[in-house]
């Protein structure tokens, strides 16, 4: 037993290792900076973020009921996920002056560089904005904050006086980013404005976990050996060494709030390969699980373990799709979330 549990040590040393030596690779700057802003003020001073819009948000839409907003991921390709979300929103038939789509970038410090951006445009180091981060450009401010600021402006009754519903979209690195952020978010606060507000979490690498529970061979949690790998429940896998955005309120405070969200989970059936190149392979992420399916169905495992009867979210399977964004975010499941007009696939 002390063998294996030895080479276990020295397997997940290794994939650290690599994992570690592969993040620290030169970004590839983006192709394209998204031409609309939004204005981030703060205590710190002024900045700006792009993104990508289907109509102008700062004059009054009265005919928008429904906004989409649709997050990449770790390539920062924005305009290629507002594609996709054209596509699904056509896919879905609904008209187009009643559905706002919203495609934010958070941009890295390789991107600015590239493209010899403005001072003031938000930027991270890496993709640090993956786990929360503080921006290292324009002013440091959260990426969970930029999504808030996003979510207020959404809901300004002056802007958007029907807006009915507002969902946040991600597959892969943008789910990873979502998952957290419905941790983070106040979103509850919305439903006294008549306004819900729902997240499509899609084949994410990992998820964040409320304690030291983590699946067992079986797939069912069960309490994690913290000597495998020591971080395991860290930030942003766990609740420790949280960021100060969600530092304020206990992790107990957190789960009750996140559960209340509703979330529809969603994993392609094959996207099951342990040794895809996008996959976390940190021994933290392991630890859920040795690829996505595994860990999408642990994870959903833990929260209906922990909360059999007041659960508001979901788990489907979109069969005979692997790692691949457009098709997750067009099945029927995403549409059925995104924009309430069919019925999401078993």
Same mark, same amino acid.
């Given at each position: 037993?002390?063998?294996?549990?030895?080479?276990?040590?020295?397997? /997940?040393?290794?994939?650290? &290792?690599? +994992?570690?030596? @592969?993040?620290?690779?030169? =970004?590839?700057?983006? %192709?394209?900076? *998204?031409?609309?802003?939004?204005?981030?003020?703060?205590?710190?001073?002024?900045?700006?973020?792009?993104?990508?819009?289907?109509?102008?948000?700062?004059?009054?839409?009265?005919?928008?009921?429904?906004?989409?907003?649709?997050?990449?991921?770790?390539?920062?390709?924005?305009?290629?996920?507002?594609?996709?979300?054209?596509?699904?929103?056509?896919? /879905?038939?609904?008209?187009? &002056?009643? +559905?706002?789509? @919203?495609?934010?970038?958070? =941009?890295?410090?390789? %991107?600015?560089? *590239?493209?010899?951006?403005?001072?003031?445009?938000?930027?991270?180091?890496?993709?640090?904005?993956?786990?929360?981060?503080?921006?290292?450009?324009?002013?440091?401010?959260?990426?969970?904050?930029?999504?808030?600021?996003?979510?207020?402006?959404?809901?300004?009754?002056?802007?958007?006086?029907?807006?009915?519903?507002?969902?946040?979209?991600?597959?892969?690195?943008?789910?990873?980013?979502?998952?957290?952020?419905?941790?983070?978010?106040?979103?509850?606060?919305?439903?006294?404005?008549?306004?819900?507000?729902?997240?499509?979490?899609?084949?994410?690498?990992?998820?964040?976990?409320?304690?030291?529970?983590?699946?067992?061979?079986?797939?069912?949690?069960?309490?994690?050996?913290?000597?495998?790998?020591?971080?395991?429940?860290?930030?942003?896998?766990?609740?420790?060494?949280?960021?100060?955005?969600?530092?304020?309120?206990?992790?107990?405070?957190?789960?009750?709030?996140?559960?209340?969200?509703?979330?529809?989970?969603?994993?392609?059936?094959?996207?099951?390969?342990?040794?895809?190149?996008?996959?976390?392979?940190?021994?933290?992420?392991?630890?859920?699980?040795?690829?996505?399916?595994?860990?999408?169905?642990?994870?959903?495992?833990?929260?209906?373990?922990?909360?059999?009867?007041?659960?508001?979210?979901?788990?489907?399977?979109?069969?005979?799709?692997?790692?691949?964004?457009?098709?997750?975010?067009?099945?029927?499941?995403?549409?059925?979330?995104?924009?309430?007009?069919?019925?999401?696939?078993?």
């Amino acid at each position: 037993m002390r063998l294996n549990v030895l080479r276990w040590l020295v397997i /997940a040393t290794a994939l650290v &290792a690599a +994992t570690t030596s @592969v993040q620290a690779r030169p =970004l590839r700057p983006v %192709d394209a900076i *998204a031409d609309a802003r939004l204005a981030i003020d703060t205590p710190q001073g002024h900045a700006q973020f792009p993104l990508y819009l289907s109509a102008d948000w700062n004059v009054p839409q009265p005919d928008v009921q429904r906004a989409v907003v649709i997050v990449h991921g770790r390539l920062r390709n924005a305009d290629t996920y507002f594609h996709t979300a054209q596509h699904a929103r056509e896919l /879905a038939g609904v008209d187009a &002056a009643s +559905t706002l789509l @919203v495609a934010p970038q958070f =941009l890295s410090g390789a %991107d600015v560089r *590239a493209h010899d951006a403005p001072g003031d445009l938000l930027s991270w180091k890496g993709n640090a904005w993956m786990a929360g981060a503080n921006a290292a450009s324009g002013v440091p401010v959260s990426s969970y904050a930029v999504l808030d600021d996003i979510e207020r402006h959404l809901a300004d009754r002056r802007l958007f006086p029907n807006l009915k519903t507002i969902v946040f979209a991600g597959h892969s690195g943008g789910a990873q980013v979502l998952q957290r952020y419905a941790i983070a978010s106040r979103a509850n606060a919305l439903a006294a404005q008549g306004i819900d507000v729902r997240f499509v979490v899609a084949s994410p690498s990992s998820y964040a976990y409320f304690d030291g529970q983590r699946p067992d061979a079986n797939g069912a949690p069960a309490a994690f050996d913290a000597s495998l790998c020591p971080g395991f429940d860290r930030w942003k896998y766990g609740m420790e060494d949280r960021p100060a955005f969600i530092a304020g309120r206990s992790a107990a405070q957190l789960e009750a709030d996140y559960v209340k969200r509703r979330i529809v989970y969603l994993v392609g059936g094959n996207d099951h390969n342990p040794a895809s190149a996008s996959l976390d392979k940190s021994c933290a992420a392991q630890a859920q699980g040795a690829q996505r399916v595994a860990r999408a169905q642990g994870f959903f495992r833990y929260l209906q373990a922990r909360h059999p009867g007041n659960l508001n979210q979901t788990f489907h399977i979109v069969p005979g799709v692997g790692h691949d964004g457009a098709r997750m975010l067009t099945s029927g499941c995403a549409l059925a979330t995104m924009f309430d007009t069919q019925t999401c696939e078993r």
